[in-house]
Nanobody
Framework: QVRTVESGGALVQAGGSLRLSCTVS????????MDWYRQVPGNEREVVAS??????DYADSVKGRFTLSRGSARNTWYLQMNSLKPEDTAIYYC??????WGQGTQVTVSS
């Protein structure tokens, strides 16, 4: 069964850091594209970072603070989040290319 699983969310104080993980299981082939999204209840899901084999892009709101990287394990990615702000509070989802959505992981940043 193909699954996308996010982890690493937590409650953190403003200025702190978290590292989110995204893993796809049940797929043998290498996935070359993926996005990290976040969603606040009542709002649309927004892309915060996008990965391809050739470049990584970031939303202006997180540029310079978040870093998306590929893990050494197959179909694993990380989102390193530094200098967190209360407005970063959201459920974070990863969406690898053609893979199902996961359940997301909650990030809460207190002021």
């Amino acid at each position: 069964q193909v699954r996308t699983v996010e982890s690493g969310g937590a409650l953190v104080q403003a200025g702190g850091s978290l590292r989110l993980s995204c893993t796809v299981s049940g797929v043998n082939s290498r996935i070359n594209f993926m996005d990290w999204y976040r969603q606040v209840p009542g709002n649309e899901r927004e892309v915060v970072a996008s990965y391809s084999e050739y470049r990584t892009d970031y939303a202006d709101s997180v540029k310079g603070r978040f870093t998306l990287s590929r893990g050494s394990a197959r179909n694993t990615w990380y989102l390193q989040m530094n200098s967190l702000k209360p407005e970063d509070t959201a459920i974070y989802y990863c969406k690898p290319d053609r893979m199902p959505w996961g359940q997301g992981t909650q990030v809460t940043v207190s002021s």
